[in-house]
């Protein structure tokens, strides 16, 4: 809560003083210039819903911008060095994060506990992915090629992109009446016409 409340201030105060100088960007320069690069990158790290802005310190000088700090994994360290390139006025970005390699473990221990089957659960589950798929390939009235399934512990989730609500309700229908379906997570999107 008190993060929130920290963040939501910084975001507020950050956007003032980017609005407040964004209009007269092209007259900064110098130190000038770097504060007011240094405060866009710093707003885009705080907009950014997949990013700690806490766990960065960014420099910058003559447009060069200087990233520091930990963070979670090198997804983290990519995004923010390509967040950074695309705010305007920055030259070039050193990308110098480094990655919380406990932290990295951690993730990579419960991702693979939470995908850990034996062997013939990986192939019965494979299995009945194969039968739904084909299933809904055989149907005209469905677009197979943009629905994805997946299955675990025989619960089927489909995902994905279908024309009309009557087609969602198909590809369920499908997905259900195959083999040894328990149950079946429908998260296909209807495209708004």
Known sequence: MKRTAIATALTATLVLASA???????????????????????????????????????????????????????????????VARGVDGVVSVKNDLK???????????????????????????VTTTARVKSRLIGNSNVHALKIDVDTRDHIVTLSGRVTSPSEKALAEQIARNTGEVKMVHNNLVVDAS
Do not use: Q
Request: net charge negative; proline share 1%; charged share 25%.
């Open 99 to 125: 990655i919380d390699e406990k932290a990295a473990n951690e993730a990579a221990e419960r991702a693979h506990k939470a995908d850990h089957r034996d062997f013939g659960s990986w192939v019965s589950d």
């Open 20 to 82: 407040l100088t964004a209009a007269h960007a092209a007259t900064f320069s110098g130190a000038a210039k770097d504060a007011w690069i240094t405060g866009k990158v710093e707003t885009a790290f705080v907009l950014n819903a997949h990013m700690n802005p806490f766990a960065i310190t960014t420099d910058v000088n003559g447009g060069v911008v200087h990233l520091t700090g930990m963070v979670k994994d090198g997804i983290d360290r990519d995004l923010a060095g390509e």
